[in-house]
């Protein structure tokens, strides 16, 4: 369907609700614009944390509204993930009751089949402790619509020479939790800062950027084209693993650089312990173990090192090549099970779909 083609709701009929949040302005930005440029014009309305009474509320932060000693305490009706790492967010706890804040909202948007068995028949379900109440009918699968654009770049000419292997590390942030930003400076679960000493070695054998999460950094931006500019990612734990893989992406996971202990063993259910525990993707133990899988993709991609001195010389442009299959093991069965393909490259849309179908229900309209 064409913009046109979704049925127009009275003015503000659909609300988002901003956090006043430094740190994810950008991705804020970036997540409500998609949304609202798939919507008919007027039907959004736009308010800081509060919700708006009588419209659709979406939030991108769980416990919007939600905190005993939070000034603001008009919670939202639907929760969008800001991203799409598992972490257990869909799972947090009310700091009062202990209860799943999930609960709280009528309607949660997710990725994929991941979120939905694990909300509906998964240990945490299982487990009373939780408590959890969410019904099937309540939970949406819209993708993951930050894709969007990266799909649509990633179908254009590449506008760069290419003659060796372009590599991005992209970490997760290291801060610690409700610490005033404090971060950890030895080992972490994050690759940073435990990769930050081979940064050097990296840019002198490849073609190499870094691009720290907006907590690590003063312009706060997300990481974005950098992505499709990639051949291959190194991460850890994050949003950027997923959507490198959902890209076609190989990501290196530098193990030895991390705490992957403390990964796993910290929320054991979520898909980012799954991913270590069973290695799903490429997990070296060693740097000259990475740097081995890292020759072998370069070969595959851009060509021995006769080619590749041709194209330096050149400075030829040439089509990006598929590296899905360079992903490793496990990855092509896991990403889709995680980040729906249905409407791959339009998630915005279907999102916006999902929104306008909520606020077409009895019970928005009445509150009119």
């Given at each position: 369907?064409?913009?046109?083609?979704?049925?127009?709701?009275r003015?503000?009929a659909?609300?988002?609700c901003?956090?006043?949040?430094k740190?994810?302005?950008?991705?804020?930005?970036?997540?409500f614009d998609?949304?609202e440029?798939?919507?008919p014009?007027?039907?959004v309305?736009?308010?800081?944390?509060?919700?708006v009474?009588g419209?659709v509320?979406?939030s991108?932060?769980?416990?919007q509204g939600?905190?005993?000693e939070?000034?603001h305490?008009?919670?939202?009706?639907?929760?969008?993930?800001?991203g799409?790492?598992?972490?257990?967010?869909?799972?947090?706890?009310?700091?009062?009751?202990?209860?799943p804040?999930a609960?709280e909202y009528?309607?949660?948007?997710?990725p994929?089949?991941w979120h939905v068995?694990?909300?509906?028949?998964?240990?945490?379900?299982?487990?009373p402790?939780?408590?959890i109440k969410?019904?099937e009918s309540?939970?949406?699968?819209?993708?993951?619509?930050?894709?969007?654009?990266?799909?649509?770049?990633a179908?254009t000419?590449?506008?760069?020479?290419h003659?060796?292997?372009?590599?991005l590390?992209?970490?997760?942030?290291?801060v610690?939790?409700?610490?005033?930003?404090?971060?950890?400076?030895?080992?972490?679960?994050?690759s940073l800062?435990?990769?930050?000493?081979?940064?050097?070695?990296?840019?002198?054998?490849?073609?190499?950027?870094?691009?720290?999460h907006p907590?690590?950094?003063?312009d706060?931006?997300?990481?974005?084209?950098?992505?499709?500019?990639?051949?291959?990612?190194?991460?850890d734990?994050?949003?950027?693993?997923?959507?490198a893989w959902?890209?076609?992406?190989?990501?290196?996971f530098?193990?030895?650089?991390?705490d992957v202990?403390t990964?796993?063993?910290?929320n054991?259910?979520?898909?980012?312990?799954?991913?270590y525990?069973?290695?799903?993707?490429?997990?070296?133990?060693?740097?000259?173990?990475?740097?081995?899988?890292l020759d072998?993709?370069q070969?595959?991609?851009?060509?021995?090192?006769?080619?590749?001195?041709?194209?330096?010389v050149?400075?030829?442009?040439t089509?990006?090549?598929?590296?899905?299959?360079l992903?490793?093991p496990?990855?092509?069965?896991f990403?889709?099970?995680?980040?729906d393909?249905?409407r791959?490259?339009k998630?915005?849309?279907?999102?916006?779909?999902?929104?306008?179908?909520?606020?077409?229900?009895?019970?928005?309209?009445?509150?009119n």
């Amino acid at each position: 369907m064409t913009q046109s083609d979704l049925p127009r709701l009275r003015p503000g009929a659909i609300n988002f609700c901003w956090s006043y949040n430094k740190t994810y302005a950008n991705v804020q930005e970036q997540i409500f614009d998609l949304i609202e440029a798939e919507l008919p014009p007027g039907t959004v309305s736009h308010s800081i944390e509060d919700a708006v009474a009588g419209a659709v509320n979406l939030s991108l932060f769980i416990r919007q509204g939600r905190e005993l000693e939070d000034a603001h305490r008009v919670p939202a009706d639907v929760i969008l993930a800001h991203g799409i790492a598992d972490k257990r967010y869909f799972f947090s706890q009310d700091s009062t009751t202990s209860l799943p804040l999930a609960n709280e909202y009528d309607y949660l948007l997710v990725p994929g089949a991941w979120h939905v068995n694990r909300l509906i028949e998964g240990t945490y379900r299982k487990n009373p402790h939780y408590q959890i109440k969410v019904l099937e009918s309540q939970i949406k699968k819209v993708g993951w619509l930050r894709l969007d654009p990266l799909f649509a770049e990633a179908k254009t000419r590449d506008q760069e020479p290419h003659h060796r292997l372009r590599l991005l590390w992209a970490p997760t942030h290291n801060v610690i939790p409700r610490t005033n930003e404090q971060t950890v400076d030895a080992l972490a679960p994050s690759s940073l800062p435990g990769f930050k000493p081979h940064v050097k070695q990296m840019a002198a054998r490849y073609i190499f950027r870094v691009s720290l999460h907006p907590r690590n950094r003063s312009d706060r931006k997300p990481t974005g084209s950098q992505l499709v500019w990639s051949d291959v990612v190194i991460s850890d734990f994050g949003t950027m693993v997923y959507e490198a893989w959902a890209l076609g992406k190989p990501v290196i996971f530098p193990r030895w650089a991390m705490d992957v202990e403390t990964l796993i063993n910290r929320n054991p259910l979520s898909a980012e312990s799954y991913i270590y525990r069973n290695r799903i993707g490429l997990h070296p133990e060693s740097l000259e173990e990475m740097q081995a899988i890292l020759d072998q993709i370069q070969n595959a991609l851009i060509g021995n090192r006769l080619t590749r001195f041709l194209k330096r010389v050149t400075r030829i442009k040439t089509n990006r090549k598929d590296a899905s299959d360079l992903r490793g093991p496990g990855v092509k069965d896991f990403i889709a099970h995680y980040v729906d393909p249905e409407r791959q490259g339009k998630d915005a849309r279907r999102t916006a779909e999902v929104l306008v179908e909520i606020a077409k229900l009895e019970r928005y309209q009445s509150a009119n």
